[in-house]
């Protein structure tokens, strides 16, 4: 499957934005579907993950509260929306998919990537 992240921007603390991840193909619901993010100097590490058919979701403890992984299988699309952005969120979010579990070695699509900057 191939993924395209989109929705990235610089934002203030406290503020908020929703990213899509826009998938090819008619395999979209095979896969789970997370987010990650890489800030600079630092390793890739798992935000948040959602299950096949959107009855499950998983977050990493920093952002249980803010933000909300959804899909919508119909149009092949997942989407993160964070709220109440906070500085250290800044990094690049990818878009990813997976057969299996939630780890980042599980995810073996990934899409471009999209720069979250916040930011006074």
């Known amino acids: 499957v191939q993924l395209q992240a989109s929705g990235g921007g610089l934002v203030e603390p406290g503020g908020s934005l929703r990213l899509s991840c826009k998938a090819s193909?008619?395999?979209?619901?095979?896969?789970?579907m997370g987010w990650l993010r890489q800030a600079p100097g630092k390793e890739r590490e798992f935000v948040a993950a959602?299950?096949?058919?959107?009855?499950?979701?998983s977050y990493a403890d920093s952002v249980k509260g803010r933000f909300t992984i959804s899909r919508d299988n119909a149009n092949n699309t997942a989407y993160l929306q964070m709220n109440s952005l906070k500085p250290e969120d800044t990094a690049v979010y990818y878009c990813?998919?997976?057969?299996?579990?939630?780890?980042?070695?599980?995810?073996?699509?990934w899409g471009q990537g999209t720069q979250v900057t916040v930011s006074s």
């Open positions: 193909g008619r395999t979209f619901r095979r896969y789970h």
């Open positions: 990813a998919a997976s057969n299996g579990g939630y780890e980042v070695t599980d995810f073996g699509s």
């Open positions: 959602i299950n096949w058919n959107g009855g499950s979701t």
